[in-house]
């Protein structure tokens, strides 16, 4: 009954190797986001897609590339792995023009990058 | 400047105490307003949300605001060591979907 999941929940990895993080989310939102936790526990946005359209694009490197193939699922597809790629990668929900509600967060993936 | 800061702590207080943490943004855009607790290793889970000036109590927690001083504080009455946690202070601008986040205050209840 996991309302926002998330796979794997620990990856590591070398560098210069290519991962997938996967993101779904039973809550019916039509939004979906990629967040970024450094060692700071400072969280910064990344993607956001609505009804699969990409809504926010972030400044963050092209090996970063987001997918979403439904309302319900956002992956996150990392090429080149690289050292300062390591963090803990949240995923999170919510649902525009209804109200003012936050976000829903999944349980996160730690990268650490080897 | 940052879009929201807080102070990182750690706010540290005895069990009982009412916990007080700060939060102030500079967009006067903003429209809405979120208090997330994160435990170590966990994710955020919202706890509070505001949208208009003054308080909004909700059990032990209420979250104050004041839009004309671009402040939004949070306060936590008899703490408790299980309220030992990271709080997000986060600010949607509603123009924007995103929601922009602050550092976190670490907390520690002393029992």
């Known amino acids: 009954d996991t309302a926002v999941s998330q796979t794997p929940k620990y990856l590591v990895t070398q560098m210069g190797n290519d991962k997938s993080i996967k993101c779904e989310q039973n809550?019916?939102?039509?939004?979906m986001y990629w967040y970024k936790q450094d060692s700071k526990k400072f969280l910064k946005i990344m993607f956001s897609y609505n009804n699969k359209e990409l809504i926010i694009n972030e400044t963050v490197p092209n090996r970063f590339s987001p997918k979403s193939p439904d309302k319900a699922h956002l992956n996150l597809h990392i090429n080149s792995l690289e050292l300062g790629d390591s963090a803990v990668y949240f995923c999170?929900?919510?649902?525009?023009?209804?109200?003012?509600?936050?976000?829903?967060f999944g349980s996160g993936t730690r990268l650490t990058v080897v | 400047q940052k879009e929201v800061e807080q102070n990182s702590g750690p706010l540290s207080v005895p069990e009982g105490a009412i916990a007080s943490l700060n939060c102030t943004y500079s967009?006067?855009?903003?429209?809405?307003f979120f208090w997330y607790r994160q435990y170590s290793g966990k994710s955020p889970e919202l706890i509070m949300s505001?949208?208009?000036?003054g308080d909004k109590e909700d059990g032990r927690f209420t979250a104050q605001l004041n839009k004309a001083s671009q402040y939004v504080s949070l306060l936590i009455r008899d703490s408790q060591p299980s309220d030992s946690a990271t709080y997000l202070c986060?600010?949607?601008?509603?123009?924007?979907?995103?929601?922009?986040f602050g550092s976190g205050t670490r907390l520690l209840v002393r029992p």
């Open positions: 999170a929900s919510s649902q525009i023009g209804v109200g003012n509600y936050g976000y829903t």
């Open positions: 505001i949208y208009s000036n």
């Open positions: 967009d006067r855009g903003s429209q809405s």
């Open positions: 986060a600010v949607k601008v509603d123009s924007s979907y995103k929601l922009i």
């Open positions: 809550l019916g939102h039509d939004t």
